[in-house]
């Protein structure tokens, strides 16, 4: 054997991977930088406070008691991981298609066709809510009372998708103000509520304080079953956190707006959804709230305040109207995207001269209106059912978020892509975890029977649709990479 020794080439370790380019994405042309700072921090603030904590709240509570607090706290923390995962994927690459621009990148185009038709069912779903919903609001004035139902869903519709297709500004303004509200709305609660408790002032004939919920029954006065029961519920309630991803493509310099804007979503969590459920909690038996009214009307009204009512009915308004005006923007940039693969309808991908992709706009909006048809002609159950296919397609877009990041977890390890210093903490278990709660949320609708057990038989139905409907537009997308 010769004594000479090896060549290098075979004795050095084999060099690593150069990081690519970051993907292209055609879907992300077009488009303004008109949202401000202000916009996206009150549209992450939108996006964490809605109907699902000034209405359900009420529901959940009777239904729970005061261990809601638990529950909004936990989904509060996957929420906040799921919009950590999308900021790490935005600060690596901004993207008006945000997570579908993502799974085409790390999935391909199935991965995008899939992530951005389970996003459509979430926000054409909850557009049928949120039309309608304003509608039976604006019946509580007087003024209101003798116009048709569905006369009111119309001009509700027709106010914001107006707003939404003028020009981004106009609908980052609509949210700034909604979101004002909102805001305004809590902290003018909490702090009555605060001065409630810790003055033992009387609420229609109760002293607030700890033995409110010591003497009936404990955090857990139902046992823990309902706990896990209404956890689809709070799951709803934190749908379209992941707007700020969305508008992170519209917005000159995301790098520096959307760290704080993700940032401050955990510690708003925590303040108005927790914090005001404990308040709830103390100033009440959990006995006294209902889902026919927001909880903070209920406590108003036991306090006799007067107007209380009307103001609180107009603040659940603005958080429907707001819901409407997210899905509506939201859903319209994510069609864009995959029109301009080939796996939307073709209009979707046009832009007016605002720059807004005004096709994905109206075709949303359009099934709005369907929707207010559908819940004329089939009230009650169908309407729920409607609710419910919502929260499938909220849970199917944060599971594609968080496999995108897994995906980019990934090959940043394998050297291909490089990770932002803006990252998802403990990375890849984050991800497998919050992965395995979105499929016990899964299994927990399924478990709580009914109507939830309905939709969850109904996930292969779904699955059927999405393979054939990729069989219909597969040549177009061929055709169009």
Known sequence: MSDRPLPAATTSAPAPAPVRRPHVDAGDTGYSKDLKSRHINMIAIGGAIGTGLFLGAGGRLAGAGPSLAIAYAVCGVFAFFVVRALGELVLYRPS?????????????????YTAGWLYFLNWS???VADITAAATYAHFWAMFSDIDQWILALVALAVVLAANLISVRYFGEMEFWFAIVKVAALVLFM???????TTSHDVGGHTPGLHTVTDNGGIFPLGMLP??????????AYASVELCGVAAGETESPERI????????????????????????????????SADQSPFVTVFDELGVPGAAGVMNFVVLTAALSSLNSGLYSTGRILRSMAMAGSAPEFTARMNKGQVPYGGILLTAGFGVLGVVLNY???GEAFELVLNFASIGILGTWGMIMVCSLLFWRRAREGRVARPDYRLPWAPYTQL???AFLASVLFLMWWGGGVGRTTVACVPLIAGLLVGGWFLVRKRVNATN
Not at 228 to 236: E, P, T
């Open 227 to 236: 706990l896990l029961l209404v956890v689809q519920g709070v799951v709803f």
């Open 125 to 127: 779903t909850t557009a």
């Open 377 to 379: 002609v089939m009230p």
């Open 191 to 197: 702090l009555v509520g605060i001065f409630l408790v």
């Open 433 to 435: 975890v919050t992965l």
């Open 258 to 289: 959307i760290p704080k804007a993700i940032n401050s979503i955990m510690w708003r969590v925590g303040l108005f959804y927790v914090g005001s459920v404990v308040l709830l909690a103390l100033l009440l038996p959990y006995t006294a709230y």
């Open 96 to 112: 008006s298609g945000a997570f579908v621009s993502y799974a085409r990148e790390f999935m391909g185009e199935k991965g995008a």
